[in-house]
Protein backbone atom coordinates (compact mmCIF):
# COMPACT_ATOMS: atom_id res chain seq x y z
CA UNK A 1 0.00 0.00 0.00
CA UNK A 2 1.07 3.24 -0.85
CA UNK A 3 2.68 5.52 1.98
CA UNK A 4 0.52 9.03 2.61
CA UNK A 5 1.61 11.25 5.98
CA UNK A 6 -0.78 13.57 6.85
CA UNK A 7 0.79 16.30 8.62
CA UNK A 8 -1.95 18.88 10.73
CA UNK A 9 -2.40 21.84 12.06
CA UNK A 10 -4.65 24.03 14.40
CA UNK A 11 -7.00 24.53 11.43
CA UNK A 12 -8.38 21.33 11.00
CA UNK A 13 -9.54 21.44 14.39
CA UNK A 14 -11.16 25.04 14.31
CA UNK A 15 -13.22 23.68 12.35
CA UNK A 16 -15.33 22.13 14.68
CA UNK A 17 -14.87 24.75 17.40
CA UNK A 18 -11.55 24.41 18.71
CA UNK A 19 -9.85 27.54 19.28
CA UNK A 20 -6.88 27.95 17.43
CA UNK A 21 -3.55 28.36 19.25
CA UNK A 22 -3.04 31.78 19.05
CA UNK A 23 -5.50 34.83 18.48
CA UNK A 24 -4.45 38.04 17.01
CA UNK A 25 -2.99 39.82 19.44
CA UNK A 26 -1.01 37.06 20.98
CA UNK A 27 -2.92 35.59 23.90
CA UNK A 28 -4.12 32.45 23.80
CA UNK A 29 -8.21 32.01 25.32
CA UNK A 30 -7.34 35.54 27.32
CA UNK A 31 -4.15 34.40 28.67
CA UNK A 32 -0.21 35.43 28.12
CA UNK A 33 1.06 32.10 25.92
CA UNK A 34 3.97 31.62 28.33
CA UNK A 35 1.51 31.86 31.60
CA UNK A 36 0.27 28.14 30.77
CA UNK A 37 2.15 27.01 28.13
CA UNK A 38 5.93 26.82 29.89
CA UNK A 39 7.56 25.66 32.82
CA UNK A 40 8.05 29.10 34.35
CA UNK A 41 4.44 29.46 34.26
CA UNK A 42 3.73 26.10 35.62
CA UNK A 43 6.04 26.83 38.44
CA UNK A 44 4.90 30.30 39.00
CA UNK A 45 1.21 29.33 39.02
CA UNK A 46 0.22 25.83 38.90
CA UNK A 47 -3.29 26.16 39.45
CA UNK A 48 -3.82 28.31 36.91
CA UNK A 49 -2.16 26.27 34.42
CA UNK A 50 -4.05 23.06 35.63
CA UNK A 51 -6.82 24.89 35.67
CA UNK A 52 -6.52 26.16 31.78
CA UNK A 53 -5.91 22.49 30.88
CA UNK A 54 -8.85 21.38 32.68
CA UNK A 55 -11.26 23.88 30.47
CA UNK A 56 -9.77 23.11 27.32
CA UNK A 57 -9.98 18.71 27.88
CA UNK A 58 -13.34 19.94 29.59
CA UNK A 59 -14.29 21.54 25.83
CA UNK A 60 -13.73 17.85 24.06
CA UNK A 61 -16.49 17.03 25.51
CA UNK A 62 -18.68 19.66 23.46
CA UNK A 63 -16.90 19.25 19.79
CA UNK A 64 -17.03 16.37 17.34
CA UNK A 65 -14.51 15.72 14.27
CA UNK A 66 -15.48 17.37 11.27
CA UNK A 67 -15.62 16.12 7.20
CA UNK A 68 -11.85 16.61 7.56
CA UNK A 69 -10.82 14.23 9.83
CA UNK A 70 -13.39 11.99 8.71
CA UNK A 71 -11.91 12.26 4.98
CA UNK A 72 -8.68 11.61 6.21
CA UNK A 73 -9.45 8.26 8.60
CA UNK A 74 -11.14 6.93 5.46
CA UNK A 75 -7.92 6.82 3.44
CA UNK A 76 -6.93 4.05 5.48
CA UNK A 77 -9.01 1.69 3.77
CA UNK A 78 -6.84 2.76 0.35
CA UNK A 79 -3.40 3.41 2.08
CA UNK A 80 -0.87 3.06 4.80
CA UNK A 81 -1.47 6.22 6.72
CA UNK A 82 0.23 7.94 9.32
CA UNK A 83 -1.23 10.82 11.04
CA UNK A 84 1.40 13.84 12.73
CA UNK A 85 -0.13 16.37 14.22
CA UNK A 86 0.25 19.29 16.12
CA UNK A 87 -3.11 19.31 18.12
CA UNK A 88 -3.25 18.05 21.67
CA UNK A 89 -7.13 17.69 21.22
CA UNK A 90 -8.48 13.30 20.31
CA UNK A 91 -10.74 14.38 17.10
CA UNK A 92 -7.94 12.38 14.73
CA UNK A 93 -8.70 9.27 17.05
CA UNK A 94 -12.13 9.69 17.57
CA UNK A 95 -12.85 10.11 13.43
CA UNK A 96 -11.23 6.57 13.38
CA UNK A 97 -7.55 7.45 12.48
CA UNK A 98 -5.35 4.51 14.35
CA UNK A 99 -2.38 5.88 13.70
CA UNK A 100 -1.62 9.25 14.98
CA UNK A 101 1.58 10.80 16.74
CA UNK A 102 0.71 13.67 18.77
CA UNK A 103 4.00 15.61 18.40
CA UNK A 104 2.90 18.33 21.54
CA UNK A 105 1.21 15.50 23.71
CA UNK A 106 -2.26 14.97 24.76
CA UNK A 107 -5.32 16.64 26.59
CA UNK A 108 -6.47 13.57 27.77
CA UNK A 109 -3.10 12.36 29.18
CA UNK A 110 -1.15 13.51 31.95
CA UNK A 111 2.16 12.94 33.36
CA UNK A 112 4.83 13.18 36.47
CA UNK A 113 6.99 16.19 36.71
CA UNK A 114 9.51 13.92 37.70
CA UNK A 115 9.33 11.25 35.36
CA UNK A 116 7.88 11.97 31.56
CA UNK A 117 7.59 8.52 30.75
CA UNK A 118 5.30 7.94 33.83
CA UNK A 119 1.64 8.79 31.72
CA UNK A 120 -1.81 8.05 32.40
CA UNK A 121 -4.96 8.95 30.35
CA UNK A 122 -7.27 11.40 32.18
CA UNK A 123 -10.61 12.14 31.82
CA UNK A 124 -11.64 14.49 34.57
CA UNK A 125 -10.00 17.72 36.19
CA UNK A 126 -6.09 17.54 37.63
CA UNK A 127 -6.21 19.30 40.18
CA UNK A 128 -2.99 20.05 42.86
CA UNK A 129 -2.32 16.96 44.98
CA UNK A 130 -2.96 14.49 42.47
CA UNK A 131 0.17 12.81 42.28
CA UNK A 132 2.66 9.75 40.93
CA UNK A 133 3.03 6.87 42.74
CA UNK A 134 6.30 8.32 44.32
CA UNK A 135 4.54 11.76 45.64
CA UNK A 136 5.50 13.93 42.56
CA UNK A 137 2.80 16.39 41.52
CA UNK A 138 0.54 15.00 37.77
CA UNK A 139 0.84 17.41 34.71
CA UNK A 140 -0.61 17.84 31.39
CA UNK A 141 0.66 16.15 28.80
CA UNK A 142 1.70 18.70 26.64
CA UNK A 143 4.43 20.09 24.89
CA UNK A 144 5.47 23.63 26.45
CA UNK A 145 7.59 26.02 24.65
CA UNK A 146 11.26 25.52 25.63
CA UNK A 147 11.24 21.53 26.49
CA UNK A 148 12.01 19.18 23.82
CA UNK A 149 9.59 17.80 21.43
CA UNK A 150 10.13 13.29 21.95
CA UNK A 151 7.86 12.50 19.11
CA UNK A 152 9.78 13.91 16.52
CA UNK A 153 12.70 10.65 16.78
CA UNK A 154 9.55 8.35 15.66
CA UNK A 155 8.18 10.81 12.83
CA UNK A 156 11.30 11.75 10.79
CA UNK A 157 11.57 8.17 9.45
CA UNK A 158 7.63 7.84 8.64
CA UNK A 159 7.86 11.14 6.73
CA UNK A 160 11.12 10.20 4.61
CA UNK A 161 9.58 7.22 3.67
CA UNK A 162 6.21 9.06 2.48
CA UNK A 163 5.57 8.84 -0.96
CA UNK A 164 2.54 11.31 -0.04
CA UNK A 165 2.66 13.54 2.24
CA UNK A 166 -0.87 16.18 2.92
CA UNK A 167 -0.54 19.24 5.36
CA UNK A 168 -3.84 20.24 6.45
CA UNK A 169 -4.52 23.42 8.22
CA UNK A 170 -0.86 24.49 9.67
CA UNK A 171 1.03 27.54 9.18
CA UNK A 172 3.89 25.84 9.00
CA UNK A 173 5.98 28.37 10.60
CA UNK A 174 6.35 26.39 14.42
CA UNK A 175 9.41 24.29 14.45
CA UNK A 176 10.53 21.98 15.06
CA UNK A 177 7.20 20.16 13.35
CA UNK A 178 7.53 22.38 10.53
CA UNK A 179 11.04 21.01 9.51
CA UNK A 180 9.80 17.27 9.32
CA UNK A 181 8.68 18.26 5.43
CA UNK A 182 12.43 18.84 5.20
CA UNK A 183 13.10 15.61 5.89
CA UNK A 184 11.17 14.20 2.53
CA UNK A 185 12.33 12.53 -0.56
CA UNK A 186 13.10 15.33 -3.29
CA UNK A 187 10.72 13.30 -5.80
CA UNK A 188 7.55 13.18 -3.07
CA UNK A 189 4.45 14.89 -3.85
CA UNK A 190 3.29 17.46 -0.96
CA UNK A 191 -0.40 18.77 -1.25
CA UNK A 192 -0.88 21.57 1.26
CA UNK A 193 -4.53 22.57 2.18
CA UNK A 194 -4.43 25.91 3.97
CA UNK A 195 -6.39 29.10 3.24
CA UNK A 196 -3.30 31.33 3.52
CA UNK A 197 -0.82 29.02 2.73
CA UNK A 198 2.77 29.91 3.92
CA UNK A 199 5.76 27.88 2.01
CA UNK A 200 8.93 27.69 4.59
CA UNK A 201 12.08 27.00 3.58
CA UNK A 202 11.70 23.70 3.67
CA UNK A 203 8.40 23.36 1.45
CA UNK A 204 10.11 26.47 -1.22
CA UNK A 205 13.13 23.44 -1.65
CA UNK A 206 10.55 20.75 -2.94
CA UNK A 207 9.82 19.83 -6.29
CA UNK A 208 6.41 19.06 -5.84
CA UNK A 209 3.97 21.14 -3.67
CA UNK A 210 0.71 21.41 -4.53
CA UNK A 211 -1.14 23.98 -3.30
CA UNK A 212 -5.02 23.61 -2.06
CA UNK A 213 -6.30 27.55 -0.52
CA UNK A 214 -9.15 26.11 1.21
CA UNK A 215 -10.38 25.89 4.69
CA UNK A 216 -9.56 21.76 5.98
CA UNK A 217 -13.17 20.21 4.93
CA UNK A 218 -12.96 22.10 1.48
CA UNK A 219 -9.74 21.75 1.11
CA UNK A 220 -10.08 17.41 2.11
CA UNK A 221 -12.75 16.80 -1.17
CA UNK A 222 -10.41 18.95 -3.55
CA UNK A 223 -7.83 16.70 -2.69
CA UNK A 224 -10.22 13.46 -2.88
CA UNK A 225 -10.43 14.47 -6.16
CA UNK A 226 -7.18 14.67 -7.48
CA UNK A 227 -6.37 11.75 -5.40
CA UNK A 228 -9.13 9.55 -7.42
CA UNK A 229 -7.77 11.22 -10.73
CA UNK A 230 -4.33 10.34 -10.65
CA UNK A 231 -4.79 6.95 -9.61
Known sequence: MKKIVVLTGAGISAESGISTFRD??????????YEVASPE?????PALVLDFYNKRRAQLYEVHPNK????IASLETYFDLTVITQ???????????????????ELRKV??????????????????GDLDPNGHQLRPHIVWFGEAVPKMEEAV???????IILIVGTSMQVYPAAGLVGFAKP?????????????????????????????????MEIFLQKLNRES
Request: charged share 25%; proline share 3%.
Open 187 to 219: KTTIYYIDPKPKLNIELTQSQNVILIEEKATVG
Open 111 to 128: RSIRNENYILHWQDDLVI
Open 68 to 71: AHKR
Open 157 to 163: PIVANAE
Open 24 to 33: ANGLWEGHDI
Open 87 to 105: NVDDLHERAGSKKVIHLHG
Open 41 to 45: GFAKN
